[in-house]
């Protein structure tokens, strides 16, 4: 895998939640667009290339959100290892598999981060002087809306980035068999 490629991907898909997400959401329901770059990435990677930067995704995902830090580093390696581990038998190219894989990463992503939120509720609201912060609450309904909504743009976003792959320079580990 070319790294300075993959990094450019990190910054675009990071980039892009950041300042289109916002424009682009329905009723709330924002998509993960970092959460496709990261299917990408391990569905084509060799398994260790792709668990170390589907991690990288998922802390410099940490580092834009207000979540507490890393969360979304260890969902996007706990999608990463699901991903790498079912290359052998998904055809990459086929639209259904990106919207399975999509709607599975997003799923575990909700659920980690769902979790955290029982765990730790957020603290009351907080008030400075004439300012009053009010406590940051996840939406179950908002994130499984969202978790639909990645899904269903998965297989376009998925389908462009797999015809721009011999960018990356992945390469396939192929093991040359016995005759006995």
Same mark, same amino acid.
């Given at each position: 895998?070319?790294? !300075?490629?993959?990094?450019?991907?990190?910054?675009?898909?990071?980039?892009?939640?950041?300042?289109?997400?916002?424009? %682009?959401?329905?009723?709330?329901?924002? !998509?993960?667009? %970092?959460?496709?770059?990261?299917?990408?990435?391990?569905?084509?990677?060799?398994?260790?290339?792709?668990?170390?930067?589907?991690?990288? $995704?998922?802390?410099?995902?940490?580092?834009?959100?207000?979540?507490?830090?890393?969360?979304?580093?260890?969902?996007?390696?706990?999608?990463?290892?699901?991903?790498?581990?079912?290359?052998?038998?998904?055809?990459?190219?086929?639209?259904?598999?990106?919207?399975?894989?999509? $709607?599975?990463?997003? $799923? %575990?992503?909700?659920?980690?981060?769902?979790?955290?939120?029982?765990?730790?509720? !957020?603290?009351?609201?907080?008030?400075?002087?004439?300012?009053?912060?009010?406590?940051?609450? $996840?939406?179950?309904?908002?994130?499984?809306?969202?978790?639909?909504?990645?899904?269903?743009?998965?297989?376009?976003?998925?389908?462009?980035?797999?015809?721009?792959?011999?960018?990356?320079?992945?390469?396939?580990?192929?093991?040359?068999?016995?005759?006995?």
């Amino acid at each position: 895998m070319r790294w !300075p490629t993959y990094f450019i991907l990190a910054y675009v898909a990071v980039a892009m939640q950041i300042g289109l997400a916002p424009y %682009v959401s329905y009723h709330g329901a924002k !998509p993960d667009l %970092v959460l496709l770059a990261v299917i990408f990435i391990a569905m084509n990677a060799p398994k260790n290339a792709a668990l170390l930067g589907c991690f990288f $995704l998922g802390f410099v995902q940490d580092l834009i959100t207000q979540q507490q830090p890393g969360l979304f580093a260890l969902s996007y390696g706990l999608v990463a290892m699901f991903v790498v581990a079912t290359q052998a038998v998904v055809y990459k190219g086929h639209p259904l598999t990106h919207f399975t894989l999509a $709607l599975v990463g997003g $799923l %575990v992503t909700a659920a980690v981060l769902l979790s955290h939120s029982f765990v730790h509720p !957020p603290t009351p609201r907080v008030r400075t002087g004439d300012l009053i912060l009010p406590a940051v609450r $996840l939406s179950s309904t908002r994130m499984l809306e969202g978790v639909l909504y990645t899904a269903v743009l998965s297989p376009f976003v998925l389908a462009l980035l797999q015809r721009g792959k011999k960018l990356f320079g992945f390469q396939s580990i192929r093991r040359k068999g016995r005759a006995f």
